[in-house]
């Protein structure tokens, strides 16, 4: 199996920066897709930014010109980069990944979700 485990979130006033982590680990035998989505309290949870194995990214229209996603695919980690943030960035942050584990298939794998709030 996989396992995803974030990292980062905290709190922050209005302007200021934050850098999420996401590390898998597990039995992996290939890592595809991986990303992040959000979710504030009464909303369902959004899709803020994705990266494929390849590098190519998926933002957002709230997160372009603020956020940058990356990955290290050496250490199956990704990360999220969130500059100028504001109030409304305010949410649980959740990793996932598309993986494809040793012997198994192919299916998405989801972090616990790490806590952001933004103060004004």
């Known amino acids: 199996q996989v396992q995803v485990v974030e990292s980062g979130g905290g709190l922050v006033q209005a302007g200021g920066s934050l850098r999420l982590s996401c590390a898998a680990s597990?039995?992996?035998?290939?890592?595809?897709?991986m990303g992040w989505y959000r979710q504030a309290p009464g909303k369902q949870r959004e899709l803020v930014a994705a990266i494929n194995s390849s590098g190519g990214t998926n933002y957002a229209d709230s997160a372009k010109g603020r956020f940058t996603i990356s990955r290290d695919s050496a250490k199956n980690t990704m990360y999220l980069q969130m500059d100028t943030l504001k109030p409304e960035d305010t949410a649980v942050y959740y990793c996932y990944t598309d993986a494809q584990p040793d012997g198994l298939g192919r299916k998405w794998y989801w972090g616990q979700g790490t806590q952001v709030t933004v103060s004004s």
């Open positions: 597990g039995s992996i035998f290939k890592l595809n897709a």
